[in-house]
């Protein structure tokens, strides 16, 4: 039964009362139409909270869609202008680059002493490709993802980290020959550009830099010590300035130090499963651009092997080197420059680029927005 309406004396002195307005409205809302509102408001404010990820992830894929939209459009308008047969084959290429990246992380998380599933890896590989997209840290989202999942299996958060960044060392380290490749490739042909020399030595710093943090726990633990009370002390004092408690609890830097160490110590000692880890690597570097010249012939223009992998090559090179996810435009304005430099024509060095582009990375984003349901970190049961 509803209660009776307050009075107006009551209601004089809630608003006298200086604080809390709007907590005051809401309880005068509520006792004036019946505990009924409360239940819905309650459920509608759980509801919220348990989505509220889902409002921001879908923002970021419509702003991703306008902004891209006519990149989009130029994917299908150029898709039906190919040859049929080489187009399927570029295509399945591409699956089998896919199921090789998540065997990649399989193997590199069986060194590091995380128990995973090869195909229960695949929907995280595309969830995290798409966060990267829509969400700018750099990659380190898709780092986050594969450790939350290994959490949420049972796994060691601080392993999984240990595997991811093996992930990231063994496929920016197979890429350097290629790098080395496609430049030595350019110098001969005379089109070596300055900026192209300079961005891939910063790729190889930064993939060194990698490999310090990866071999950190196991050659120099105390300084791993210090890295991970550091970030605690950063997270901590954030939420202080805050005014929010500690997030992350006193034990927490040497607890994670200890799990990091104890990773690199396997990895160290399972040589096995680390040079499976390479050789995939490698074999996914392979097989792209093997799916790069399928493009090229089904548009009519068959690239010369050097072509091939030095467009590829700076692919990598300046989606890895950019603020922007995924180096979404500039790498593809780069890659159609090294074919144009090469003697092919614009129209079809745009045309390859749009396609390989398409089909490495903005498919692939579109599947990853399809499979973060199904990704145990954003609550799904993948």
Request: net charge positive; aromatic share 10%.
């Amino acid at each position: 039964m509803p209660l009776a309406p307050p009075t107006g004396p009551q209601l004089l002195k809630r608003s006298a009362r200086p604080k809390s307005c709007c907590g005051e409205a809401i309880k005068v809302l509520i006792q004036t139409t019946g505990p009924d509102l409360e239940v819905r408001l309650r459920g509608l404010l759980l509801w919220v909270r348990q989505h509220w990820i889902w409002f921001l992830v879908a923002i970021g894929f419509l702003v991703l869609v306008f902004t891209q939209a006519s990149n989009l459009r130029r994917v299908v308008a150029t898709l039906i202008q190919g040859q049929v047969i080489w187009l399927v084959a570029a295509v399945l290429l591409q699956v089998a680059y896919y199921l090789d990246y998540a065997l990649l992380y399989k193997f590199s998380f069986a060194a590091a002493g995380v128990m995973s599933r090869w195909f229960g890896l695949i929907p995280v590989l595309f969830a995290s490709m798409f966060l990267k997209a829509v969400v700018p840290t750099g990659g380190l989202s898709s780092l986050v993802v594969f450790v939350d999942d290994a959490i949420k299996r049972g796994q060691s958060g601080a392993r999984a980290l240990e595997g991811s960044l093996l992930v990231l060392v063994a496929d920016l380290a197979m890429t350097i020959p290629f790098i080395a490749f496609g430049l030595g490739y350019l110098y001969v042909r005379g089109v070596l550009q300055p900026y192209q020399a300079i961005v891939s030595a910063l790729f190889v710093l930064f993939a060194a830099a990698l490999v310090v943090l990866l071999l950190l726990g196991r050659f120099r633990p105390e300084s791993l010590r210090g890295v991970f009370k550091w970030v605690q002390g950063l997270v901590n004092g954030v939420a202080l300035r805050f005014g929010e408690k500690p997030l992350v609890p006193p034990d927490w830097a040497e607890n994670q130090a200890r799990e990091y160490i104890c990773a690199a110590c396997d990895i160290a000692g399972h040589s096995t499963p680390v040079i499976y880890t390479l050789g995939v690597a490698l074999a996914a570097h392979i097989i792209n651009v093997a799916s790069l010249y399928a493009v090229s012939v089904a548009y009519r223009y068959p690239l010369p092997l050097g072509a091939a992998v030095a467009a590829f090559a700076l692919d990598i090179v300046f989606s890895v080197i950019n603020i922007i996810p995924h180096g979404l435009g500039v790498a593809e304005g780069v890659m159609a420059l090294v074919l144009i430099s090469l003697g092919v024509a614009a129209t079809d060095a745009v045309t390859i680029t749009i396609i390989f582009r398409g089909l490495n990375v903005w498919l692939p984003l579109l599947i990853g927005f399809f499979f973060l349901r199904r990704v145990r970190s954003l609550g799904g049961g993948a």
